[in-house]
């Protein structure tokens, strides 16, 4: 339920959806490898940065296979309930 109240908004905490979710990808890759590391470097900062859609990303190197990298993101999503859920019409 949003309420407003002295020029502020007010959300209760019911009214929020939250599911969290945990992403792990092992990738097995071609190419030059120290390249293909320089960019994953690069995307993990600019998530870091951005802090797009996630909470935490890593990103490493299989030290017994050179080319396997290894990704882990956390991810929590917001969402309003809608009115059906709620009880509401």
């Known amino acids: 339920?949003?309420?407003k109240k002295n020029n502020s908004v007010i959300i209760t905490f019911l009214d929020l959806i939250q599911m969290s979710y945990v992403v792990h990808v092992t990738a097995v890759v071609e190419g030059d490898l120290d390249q293909i590391e320089i960019l994953i470097k690069i995307t993990v900062a600019n998530v870091w940065k951005t802090r797009l859609e996630g909470k935490q990303f890593f990103a490493c190197r299989s030290?017994?296979?050179k080319n396997v990298f290894l990704y882990t993101r956390y991810l929590q999503i917001r969402q309003p309930q809608?009115?059906?859920r709620r009880g509401g019409s």
């Open 1 to 3: 339920m949003v309420k």
């Open 63 to 65: 030290v017994e296979q």
């Open 82 to 84: 809608s009115a059906s």
